[in-house]
């Protein structure tokens, strides 16, 4: 076997393999951290109030994951009868299942004349660690301290006020 310490050789790997099946891909966690703030991003544009009177900036966000599931199986026998006819059975089952959540976050800011905000976003990931062994093509990879982020549900919305340019 081998023993792949390359991130960039370990993600060639994982992707060539394990993501569509092409291997026997085995995951063995070291360290599950699940609740690390990401970096924080402007979500939107920044909205400067350029009028003489407060005024009312919405944003929304709407996110929707969805999923599917397919198993099927198919059996098929066939029989010759007499060395003249062949007769057949074929029989087929499939079965998809999925589901799709839709989250949605509208947030509402009041703007002072000549002032400004953005919205920003910081995202909760889990991070993992640990080791991934991969049979194929006849060979035994070991990937050792594999790191990867995933998204976890939520995330923390915040309002960035921008004070006047001028003081």
């Known amino acids: 076997g081998q023993v792949i310490t390359d991130r960039v050789e370990q993600s060639a790997l994982l992707n060539k393999f ?13 360290t599950y951290a699940p ?8 979500a939107t ?8 009177k ?8 709407g996110v929707t994951t969805t999923w599917e599931h ?11 009868v007499a060395k003249v006819v062949s007769l057949g059975v074929k029989a087929s089952y499939e079965v ?10 509208e947030m509402k800011a009041v703007v002072e004349p000549g002032h400004g905000v953005v919205f920003r976003y910081t995202p909760v990931m ?22 990867y982020d995933f998204p976890t549900t939520g ?7 921008i004070p006047p340019a001028n003081g």
């Open 155 to 161: 995330g923390v919305w915040s309002i960035r006020d």
């Open 70 to 80: 397919k198993i099927g199986i198919e059996a098929k026998a066939e029989v010759e």
């Open 126 to 147: 889990a991070k993992v660690s640990g080791d991934f062994t991969i049979f194929a093509e006849g060979t035994r990879y070991d990937l050792k301290d594999v790191d």
């Open 18 to 30: 394990c993501k569509d099946g092409n291997g026997a891909c085995r995951y063995v966690p070291k």
């Open 54 to 61: 407060e005024a009312e900036y919405t944003y929304t966000h």
């Open 96 to 105: 998809t299942y999925g589901m799709e959540v839709h989250d949605s976050t």
């Open 35 to 42: 609740d690390v703030n990401g970096d924080t991003i402007d």
């Open 45 to 52: 544009a920044p909205f400067y109030n350029d009028t003489p």
